[in-house]
């Protein structure tokens, strides 16, 4: 069964320091992976995607991620953490069963919180 | 518009009432999708309409939810006889063209639906 897991229900950091959102995925053929933030309140903002080529992807507000296909891995990094920082993070993966590519499949989401 | 919007906001009702969630895609955006979020399913797919092809309604929960998308752009998705446990945040999402599986998706900030 195709799935996206994000094992941390939550992710505490201090500000200034690195920070890591780990997602791994299951899919069958090519995976399309995606990273969404959401505020408060807030539908999701798309931050990166994964589709081809290089491992490492950078994408919005300084995030980025690095595709691990051996460890079928997809994590989600920022060297100095901020305040506003803190939101809920997705992982998805597009559905690659034929006819449900349109569909995102998505974690369960990890809550990060950056302490001043 | 800029960016997906979605009326209403919030919405409250009385379990059996029917309800009607509007999503309005960013302009030139072909395909539209629905997605429901919940604190017990986390974000699921509903339903996705491409251009003028039939939709994909694998997603919908029961025979009591429904969708249409107008003219190729507006979308109103349709609750009868609503439940409590149809209560969640729904989420609206447009992209380029939605064939291939990896333009992005970009969502609306959501209407909130409570079931009382």
């Known amino acids: 069964a195709q799935s996206v897991a994000q094992p941390e229900d939550q992710v505490n950091v201090a500000e200034g320091n690195p920070l890591t959102v780990k997602c791994t995925y299951s899919?069958?053929?090519?995976?399309?992976l995606f990273w969404y933030v959401q505020y408060p309140n807030r539908g999701l903002q798309f931050l990166l995607k994964y589709i081809t080529g290089d491992n490492l992807v950078k994408g919005s507000y300084g995030f980025e991620a690095e595709f691990n296909k051996s460890q079928t891995s997809f994590h989600l990094k920022k060297p100095s953490a901020l305040v506003s920082d803190s939101a809920l993070y997705f992982c998805?993966?597009?559905?690659?069963?034929?006819?449900?590519?349109?569909?995102?499949?998505f974690g369960a989401g990890t809550r990060l919180a950056v302490h001043p | 518009g800029a960016g997906v919007s979605q009326s209403p906001s919030n919405k409250v009702t009385e379990k059996g009432k029917d309800v009607e969630l509007r999503c309005d895609p960013i302009s030139g955006h072909t395909a539209l999708y629905w997605y429901r979020q919940s604190l017990g399913q986390g974000l699921e797919f509903l339903i996705y309409?491409?251009?003028?092809?039939?939709?994909?309604k694998s997603g919908l929960p029961s025979d009591r939810f429904s969708a249409e998308r107008t003219g190729g752009s507006v979308s109103t998705l349709t609750i009868q006889r609503t439940q409590q446990e149809d209560s969640a945040v729904y989420l609206c999402?447009?992209?380029?063209?939605?064939?291939?599986?990896?333009?992005?998706?970009?969502f609306g900030p959501g209407t909130r639906l409570t079931v009382l």
């Open positions: 999402a447009s992209s380029l063209r939605g064939t291939s599986g990896t333009d992005t998706q970009y």
């Open positions: 998805a993966v597009r559905d690659s069963i034929s006819g449900g590519y349109n569909k995102l499949i």
């Open positions: 309409f491409q251009g003028n092809s039939a939709p994909d």
């Open positions: 899919v069958s053929g090519n995976p399309y």
